[in-house]
Nanobody, 127 residues
Framework: QRLLAESGGGSVQAGGSLRLSCVVSGLARQPFCSGWIRQAPGKEDEHELVATIDKHGNTNYAPSAKGRFTISRDNSVNTLYLQMNNLEPEDTAMYYC???????????????????WGQGTQVTVSS
């Protein structure tokens, strides 16, 4: 059973938009914080925390995403979203949905704050 299941990735041209979705199921508790993490091709050791949203609805964005990406969630359907507008070739990456519990809350602005990850959805932006 996949605890976090992403969808919505694909190939778009620069300037286009995509909305990623992540259905959360099977977790014992609602995550204290959820986020989207991406890994660019050729950078297997680097993960960028793109956007986060905590249980209170507070959001945070990486500088690369601010003004273009919006993270949100719909608790009624246990789904996390990432709306991505004005996409750039540099946004090409595997995007992972991730969740963290109370014990990791203080680390929520780093990838260390997320111990449950999905399998990822690929986003490719062409110039």
């Amino acid at each position: 059973q996949r605890l976090l299941a992403e969808s919505g990735g694909g190939s778009v041209q620069a300037g286009g938009s995509l909305r990623l979705s992540c259905v959360v199921s099977g977790l014992a508790r609602q995550p204290f914080c959820s986020g989207w993490i991406r890994q660019a091709p050729g950078k297997e050791d680097e993960h960028e925390l793109v956007a986060t949203i905590d249980k209170h609805g507070n959001t945070n964005y990486a500088p690369s995403a601010k003004g273009r990406f919006t993270i949100s969630r719909d608790n009624s359907v246990n789904t996390l979203y990432l709306q991505m507008n004005n996409l750039e070739p540099e946004d090409t990456a595997m995007y992972y949905c991730a969740a963290g519990g109370a014990s990791l809350y203080e680390k929520r602005f780093t990838t260390e704050g997320y111990n449950v990850w999905g399998q990822g959805t690929q986003v490719t932006v062409s110039s």
